[in-house]
């Protein structure tokens, strides 16, 4: 026998599993502390788009418990529409088995590999089946199951199938023993990712129970679920030669022109004509019978004809006004500020860049800034180095918007940059879906988006430096005018006067000032306004009172605050503008000496002299 025939022998398929069994590392599971954070990832990203497809408010519960020295048991219980029974062991132990694959709309996952791959690694480094617990309505079964994955044929091997108990209305339960361990205290860990993943899915309530029992919630920012994707067919421009030509041939019409319309978005009778005639081919050829040669002409005439960009409804974005709630539930800072590109296109997948930047509060001042990326709601939390985000972020100029940045890379100051990006198809740059490849299109959409909100903080840093050097204008005024002040009463041998709107006028301040007289049995309050600056300012005074307030004028609002009421009133001042607010108390003037400081909202309290500001 001749060697190509013995070698001919020992050649054989081989299983995608059985790929993923040797060469796991490519989906993220090396490390003990990486293997648990992909493994949670998967479980979570599951859980999220079964809950957003449903138009269910994700209630997802994970526990954490050490089974040995090496070894933790994960559970993940979601709310979700739960799993039919004859899905389950496809959906947890098939290799690229899914829905999502050939759709084209925005979702967490798509490969059908993830969580598949999560229970591949379990049974390999526990040698343990993963059981499942899976129920899709209040009055339906139960199911549970024992699953292993063949890794020579890539199907479910069933242990177990039964019916069991299970107190939920609805919703799927996964329990997987691996090698693990639990890291807290650093930026890649189980705690931080689901940190992340409740800044950019405000609507989902997330429970954590650490190893020790230490149970942390993630409280959901909104009940407002987001806009579901849709699904759209493949846009022209994204189109391989290789992957018309297959189109081509499976396709079930008889004519070129009808087979454009029907297999892809943005193609009219007008746009179809218009191709067929650019390639040289009859609209009512069989799309069948087209040959290598007609397919090059076809392919290219996609990338001559002008042809709308995809529409954007298989796009899902966070919106602005919940990535700002999502940043402040999780962290303290001074100012927040978000922006929303419109979408654009790559190789023909429409995409959407979002950006959010936080600045001060507990913040470390010293060290760079802090990256938090997405795609598609998940976060990244490896490879910051070779994602196209980070690339963008290193190409600013942070320096022209009032940030350190030494030596032309990050920058630094006690500030978190957010940057989601949101498309049909992100392109990864390998498949543990860690860092987004140098797209010059989506790293240019990110740069706008930055500069966009970096320019915002630029005027806030401003403003506030403004403050400060107002602040210690007024500490130098108020270490040396009251001892004039009271000097002058010795001379003139009278009371001590009332420095506040004399500082006020210096400062060029809002003065406030709050005057109650005897009226009879009762008081008349007048609290007066005077702006001494020469900008328009508006604001409330809130004044949070044990007694009813009698014949006010103007009118206040009025907010019951357990046995006070606070009384609110909406004040604007053009520049040399003053206002009074009267009303009367039927209490005694030693009683109204007491009544509580004057407090404002809406405005600096720099600004502001004879009130307390306070701005939440």
């Known amino acids: 026998m001749v060697i190509a025939e013995e070698l001919a022998k020992k050649q ?48 997802i519960f994970i526990k954490l418990e050490n089974t040995s020295k090496t070894n933790l048991t994960l559970i993940v219980e979601d709310n979700g529409p739960g799993i039919v029974k004859e899905q389950i062991p496809r ?46 309505d209040r009055d339906a079964p139960a199911h549970y199951f024992e699953l292993l994955i063949n890794t020579h044929t890539n199907e479910p091997e069933i242990l177990v199938d039964k019916i069991v108990d299970w107190d939920r209305m609805r919703g799927t339960r996964l329990e997987l023993e691996m090698e693990a361990s639990y890291a807290r205290g650093r930026r890649q860990s189980v705690y931080e990712y689901l940190k992340d993943t409740a800044i950019v899915n405000p609507h989902a309530r ?40 297959k189109m081509l041939r499976y396709c079930e019409t008889d004519r070129l022109d009808s087979f454009l319309r029907s297999s892809f978005s943005r193609m009219g009778p007008k746009t179809a004509d218009e191709i067929c005639m ?24 996609f990338k001559i004809v002008r042809i709308l960009a995809p529409s954007t409804d298989c796009l899902s974005p966070i919106t602005e006004e919940l990535i700002r709630k999502g940043v402040g539930k999780e962290h303290t800072v001074d100012f927040i500020e978000t922006t929303t590109r419109p979408a654009s296109v790559h190789n023909g997948h429409p995409f959407q860049v979002e950006a959010g930047i936080a600045y001060g509060g507990n913040l470390p001042k010293e060290e760079k800034v802090e ?64 860092a987004i490849a140098d797209v010059p299109e989506i790293i240019s959409e990110v740069e706008l988006a930055l500069k966009d909100v970096a320019r915002r903080l630029k005027n806030y840093l401003s403003r506030q430096d403004n403050l400060e050097k ?69 604001f409330n005074l809130h004044e949070t009172l044990p007694y009813s307030i009698v014949s006010p004028s103007p009118e206040p609002k009025k907010i019951p605050v357990g046995k006070q009421v606070d009384y609110v009133w909406k004040v604007s001042l053009k520049p040399g503008e003053q206002k009074a607010i009267i009303y009367r108390l039927d209490i005694a003037l030693e009683e109204a000496a007491k009544l509580p400081q004057l407090v404002v909202e809406g405005i600096e309290s720099e600004l502001i002299t004879g009130a307390k500001a306070v701005n939440v």
């Open 206 to 245: 997330i429970t954590l129970i650490e190893p020790d029992n230490n149970q942390i919630i993630f409280e959901r920012a909104t009940d407002k679920l987001p806009l579901q994707a849709k699904e759209i067919l493949p846009h022209p421009h994204g189109i391989e030669l290789g992957t018309l030509m």
């Open 12 to 59: 054989k398929a081989i299983s995608i599993a059985e790929f993923f069994e040797k060469n796991r590392q490519i989906l993220g599971f090396d490390s003990g502390t990486r293997s648990l954070l992909t493994s949670v990832k998967e479980a979570v990203d599951n859980s999220l788009d079964a809950c957003e497809e449903s138009g269910i408010l994700p209630d």
């Open 470 to 538: 107002r602040r210690e204008k007024e500490e130098i005024i108020y270490s040396i005018l009251p001892r004039i002040a009271k000097k002058v009463g010795e001379i003139l041998e009278r009371p001590t006067p009332d420095i506040t709107p004399i500082v006020a006028k210096i400062m060029r301040n809002v003065f406030c000032q709050r005057v109650v007289k005897q009226n009879g049995n009762g008081c008349e309050v007048e609290i007066h306004f005077k702006n001494h600056g020469d900008s328009v300012h508006h």
């Open 91 to 136: 959906v947890f132990a098939k290799l690229l088995y899914g829905s999502r694959f050939h759709a084209v709309k925005q979702s967490r996952g798509q490969q059908g590999i993830g969580i598949s791959a999560t229970v591949l690694y379990s049974q390999l480094t526990s040698g343990r089946p993963v059981k499942i617990i899976s129920k899709i």
């Open 278 to 301: 650019k390639a040289s081919l009859d609209p009512e050829t069989n799309p069948k019978a087209i040959k290598l040669d007609e397919a090059k002409r076809l392919h290219g005439a």
């Open 371 to 434: 990256i938090l990326r997405f795609a598609n709601r998940v976060p990244l939390l490896y490879q910051q180095g070779a994602c196209a985000i980070t690339h963008a972020i290193e190409n600013l100029n942070w320096r022209g918007y009032s940030l350190n940045q030494p030596g032309g890379s990050l920058p630094i100051g006690p500030v978190i940059i957010l940057v989601h990006v949101a498309s049909t198809h992100i392109p990864f740059t390998s498949e543990s879906k860690e």
